[in-house]
């Protein structure tokens, strides 16, 4: 089971923690890495292109002109594809990207991402983040544990206390362009990968160690 230093949001170390090797220093799945980030994104696509059919388009569905006598090609409507402003034949419609995933393949790829974040030194486990709300404590916080702002991107998972969200930290950390706060539940190989740098309290670490290992 690994170990990591525990500091607090001064950077002083005041301990260890120890982390639970099947989801902190699992073996690094790259594939699967890869097979989330596009699952995840595919879900994101809106897919709002939009072409009328025959019986969406505005106008009389009336008979141009009479069927025989008048020289011309017989024609249905104004509505029919071939005219200007008429239907649309095969053309797009909304639909929907996302397409399903194996459950084991995204509890895997997760614990690979967090492992990644482990091996490479950019997790920092922290025995709270207690805050006063203000955009500057939180960015004050990360300079002291040797972030810097805006220029690294960092990930901050907090738990719940009492049963409650850390609202001040929240707050503080929304303004912060390259920093996003987010729950334990919440935590998904996308946000991990796309942020250099992982802040994560010692109370979130328990909870993403739980869910985890509960979908065993």
Same mark, same amino acid.
């Given at each position: 089971?690994?170990?990591?230093?525990?500091?607090?949001?001064?950077?002083?170390?005041?301990?260890?923690? !120890?982390?639970?090797?099947?989801?902190?220093?699992?073996?690094?799945?790259?594939?699967?890495?890869?097979?989330?980030?596009?699952?995840?994104?595919?879900?994101?696509?809106?897919?709002?292109?939009?072409?009328?059919?025959?019986? @969406?388009?505005?106008?009389?569905?009336?008979?141009?002109?009479?069927?025989?006598?008048?020289?011309?090609?017989?024609?249905?409507?104004?509505?029919?594809?071939?005219?200007?402003?008429?239907?649309?034949?095969?053309?797009?419609?909304?639909?929907?990207?996302?397409?399903?995933?194996?459950?084991?393949?995204?509890?895997?790829?997760?614990?690979?991402?967090?492992?990644?974040?482990?091996?490479?030194?950019?997790?920092?486990?922290?025995?709270?983040?207690?805050? !006063?709300?203000?955009?500057?404590?939180?960015?004050?916080?990360?300079?002291?544990?040797?972030?810097?702002?805006?220029?690294?991107?960092?990930?901050?998972?907090?738990?719940?206390?009492?049963?409650?969200?850390?609202?001040?930290?929240?707050?503080?950390?929304?303004?912060?362009?390259?920093?996003?706060?987010?729950?334990?539940?919440?935590?998904?190989?996308? !946000?991990?990968?796309?942020? @250099?740098?992982?802040?994560?309290?010692?109370?979130?670490?328990?909870?993403? @160690?739980?869910?985890?290992?509960?979908?065993?």
């Amino acid at each position: 089971m690994p170990k990591l230093e525990l500091k607090n949001i001064s950077g002083t170390s005041v301990g260890s923690v !120890d982390l639970d090797d099947a989801v902190f220093g699992a073996e690094i799945h790259e594939h699967l890495l890869w097979e989330v980030v596009k699952w995840q994104l595919a879900k994101r696509r809106a897919g709002n292109a939009s072409t009328k059919r025959l019986g @969406e388009v505005r106008g009389s569905s009336k008979k141009v002109w009479k069927q025989k006598g008048t020289g011309q090609a017989r024609q249905g409507s104004r509505q029919a594809p071939h005219w200007v402003g008429g239907a649309k034949v095969f053309g797009p419609k909304p639909r929907d990207y996302g397409y399903t995933l194996p459950r084991k393949a995204k509890k895997l790829a997760l614990c690979s991402a967090l492992s990644l974040r482990a091996k490479e030194g950019k997790l920092i486990v922290l025995d709270g983040f207690a805050t !006063d709300g203000k955009t500057k404590s939180v960015a004050g916080a990360l300079a002291a544990l040797g972030i810097a702002q805006p220029a690294a991107k960092v990930l901050i998972v907090d738990g719940k206390t009492d049963g409650k969200d850390n609202v001040n930290l929240i707050r503080g950390a929304r303004n912060l362009a390259s920093s996003q706060w987010i729950a334990p539940e919440g935590v998904n190989v996308y !946000d991990v990968l796309r942020h @250099e740098t992982l802040v994560i309290t010692q109370a979130a670490v328990k909870q993403i @160690e739980t869910a985890l290992k509960g979908e065993e």
